[in-house]
């Protein structure tokens, strides 16, 4: 298993400019979210869904948009970066939603720098 | 709303010493789940317990324990004989329930240094 992959590592923007962040798991995990973490902000919950076709916002969503259309896939995606939206962004998964909480697999993260 | 404050930024130890990392949190739910995660150098985010709110018991993993307090909604991480590399930010963090789903809520995260 790959378990929880994101594509860029890094990746370099200017102010307007619109991507994508990729993301993806192979362990059939229903739960797929996105934190972005800032220097003394700890990690903050921008999207996050329970399953292919549902998603939902977390603390942070403005400026993100995603989508779920696969079980395996999670992207997030910046419309029109910002200076602000300078950050390291994780995806992370975990087996499901409910009161049985499992512990989520973190992504080795994106860090992305907006000029 | 939920919190869970990290109150030290960042601590300094030389090897072999304890050390302990404090965590409080805020909650009005009564399921809830504390977690511990270590960010190294080098980035990722590794899990290292998850404690529901109903198990007090305290938990010893090698050089590792928890004190998990509810009458002082705390949460806290010892290392005992400290390494240089337990050097990492370690997160504690809050789950939270919402129409069924859960989301985590992080602390700010604390720094450990551990120096030889």
Not at chain 1, 27 to 47: A, C, F, K, T, V
Request: proline residues 4%; charged residues 20%; hydrophobic residues 30%.
């Amino acid at each position: 298993n790959a378990g929880v992959t994101q594509t860029p590592k890094f990746q370099v923007l200017k102010t307007g400019q619109s991507m994508t962040l990729q993301c993806a798991q192979d362990m059939n995990h229903e739960y797929m979210s996105w934190y972005r973490q800032d220097p003394g902000m700890g990690l903050r919950l921008i999207h996050y869904s329970v399953g292919a076709g549902i998603t939902d916002q977390g603390e942070v969503p403005n400026g993100y948009n995603v989508s779920r259309s696969t079980t395996e896939d999670f992207p997030l995606r910046l419309l029109s970066a910002a200076p602000s939206q300078t950050s390291v962004y994780f995806c992370a998964s975990s087996y499901s939603p409910g009161l049985i909480y499992n512990e989520q697999f973190f992504g080795p993260g994106t860090r992305l720098t907006v000029l | 709303a939920q919190k869970v404050t990290q109150a030290q930024t960042e601590i300094s130890v030389v090897e072999k010493e304890d050390v302990t990392l404090d965590c409080v949190y805020e909650t009005r739910d009564t399921t809830y789940y504390l977690f511990w995660y270590k960010q190294p150098p080098s980035g990722e985010l590794v899990f290292l317990i998850r404690r529901n709110s109903f198990d007090e018991q305290n938990e010893i993993s090698g050089r590792y324990s928890w004190n998990f307090q509810k009458s002082t909604s705390s949460f806290n991480f010892t290392i005992t004989a400290s390494q240089v590399v337990d050097s990492a930010v370690y997160f504690c963090a809050l789950s939270e329930v919402q129409d069924g789903s859960e989301k985590l809520v992080f602390g700010k995260g604390t720094k450990l240094t551990v120096n030889p």
